[in-house]
């Protein structure tokens, strides 16, 4: 079976998934684009052979049309989902799920009443090979149980648009569900600390910020988010365990050694340092989508990233104080 695809949103990241659905994985097709911007869906379109739909509405409705990506921008992201629900088909959504705590609530209450998964959020780094083997070390114990993590989300610039909310809902909230993840546990209070604010920020921009949470057993969490240092786009890591500490492995292939020093090249964006990650998780959910199965993250896990991150803006606005992060009872269909 080929699961024909409908991608919302024809910007960047759409772009980049139908490049690595057409080009890199197998198992299906993008047949249909729509964008707000009638010429980005042409465009994106057109070489692949797909049709331009005059809305998302029509997208998801179009009976050719069997799982669908959205890619737009995190504020529109739930009246979409709550659609491809509706229409009982599945979705891969761009991380956030949604920008609000109720949203959340609102498309689980619609899988609830659907009942099944049909959404997975695009928190890609579940994927990343690094990652993984970072969360096995930690599950099989032998070094005891985690203690701290450190986090390093750092980017070479960003544009003029990027809010300091952003620094939070749209780059840390990557190490907010990976956190989750690799530790098997909720997170529990949420500050935001700010260090001295670099020059080479716009004026209207807190950079950088320091995100510290603590989960149910009391694991420590720093999540430094620095996004104009220049040199490139560098992800770290550090698990601390009772008798033992690992770290994410350096980005590099290659190490460079003459006059100038030994160094490595560095990655300039996402798509570089985790180009793997996408094409594992887009290509994990084309294959359970073909076999009618939920795979990846859900609607739960996009849910209590976006209750963290509406935690940590409150800690932003109120001068960096602890904030409760308070969660509804986990729904027997995430359980």
Aim: glycine content about 6%; proline content about 3%; aromatic content about 4%.
């Amino acid at each position: 079976m080929t699961v024909r695809i409908g991608l919302i949103g024809a910007g960047g990241m759409g772009r980049a998934h139908l490049a690595r659905i057409h080009d890199d994985l197998a198992g299906a097709q993008v047949v249909a684009v729509t964008d707000v911007v009638n010429d980005a869906a042409r465009c994106a379109a057109e070489p692949c052979g797909a049709k331009v739909c005059d809305n998302s509405s029509d997208l998801i409705n179009d009976p050719e049309v069997d799982a669908i990506v959205i890619a737009t921008f995190g504020k529109v992201h739930a009246p979409d989902v709550l659609k491809c629900i509706e229409a009982g088909k599945y979705v891969l959504c761009e991380k956030p799920l949604a920008t609000t705590a109720q949203d959340c609530l609102d498309i689980m209450a619609a899988e609830g009443k659907a009942g099944k998964k049909l959404v997975t959020v695009g928190f890609m780094r579940r994927f990343d090979s690094a990652y993984n083997e970072m969360k096995t070390i930690l599950d099989r114990g032998a070094n005891g149980e985690a203690l701290l993590v450190h986090n390093r989300h750092r980017n070479p610039s960003v544009p003029e648009s990027y809010t300091s909310r952003m620094a939070i809902d749209d780059t840390a909230i990557h190490e907010i569900d990976t956190m989750r993840w690799l530790l098997g546990e909720e997170i529990t209070e949420v500050r935001i600390d700010r260090p001295k604010l670099t020059q080479r920020r716009f004026d209207h921009l807190i950079d950088p910020v320091v995100v510290v949470m603590r989960t149910e057993s009391g694991v420590l969490i720093d999540d430094e988010v620095n996004v104009n240092l220049e040199y490139g786009y560098s992800i770290e890591c550090e698990l601390v365990m009772e008798n033992a500490a690992v770290r994410l492995g350096d980005q590099e292939k290659i190490h460079i050694r003459d006059i100038h020093g030994d160094r490595n090249a560095m990655c300039q964006s996402h798509i570089d340092r985790f180009q793997g990650a996408f094409n594992a998780e887009v290509q994990s959910w084309i294959n359970a989508v073909a076999v009618d199965e939920h795979t990846g993250s859900t609607t739960w896990d996009g849910y209590a990233a976006t209750a963290v991150v509406e935690a940590a803006v409150e800690s932003l606005d109120n001068d960096g104080r602890t904030v409760t992060v308070d969660l509804v009872e986990r729904p027997s269909l995430y359980r």
